[in-house]
């Protein structure tokens, strides 16, 4: 079973920055990425990162969040800049292997305008 520990959340201003680390257990994750929930919404990708480092991002933090990830470490960051109140969600560390897909817990991140 892989264990997600993320960490990095909390409390940003507008036109801030936060930095995301998800420590996963194991290795050989094909595909590791970030979502959020923000409040009274729906769970949604944020950004994706491949195992050839090929990444993706929602066009809502397109040139505000970079996705990246350390092999060694197993560990998935997300630098989030430009903070917007529209951030403030629960994000979500997500990994997958070749057969199966995990969660983390959720850590909170609230935008003060």
């Known amino acids: 079973q892989v264990q997600l520990v993320e960490s990095g959340g909390g409390l940003g201003q507008t036109g801030g920055s936060l930095r995301l680390s998800c420590v996963a257990s194991?290795?050989?994750?094909?595909?590791m990425a970030w979502y959020r929930r923000a409040p009274g919404k729906q769970r949604e990708l944020v950004a994706a990162i491949t195992d050839n480092d090929r990444t993706n991002y929602t066009d809502f933090v397109k040139g505000r969040f970079t996705i990246s990830r350390n092999n060694a470490r197993n560990t998935v960051y997300l630098q989030m800049d430009s903070l917007k109140p529209e951030d403030t969600a629960v994000y979500y560390c997500?990994?997958?292997?070749?057969?199966?897909?995990?969660w983390g817990q959720g850590t909170q991140v609230i935008v003060s305008s």
């Open positions: 194991g290795r050989n994750f094909v595909r």
């Open positions: 997500n990994v997958a292997t070749a057969f199966n897909t995990y």
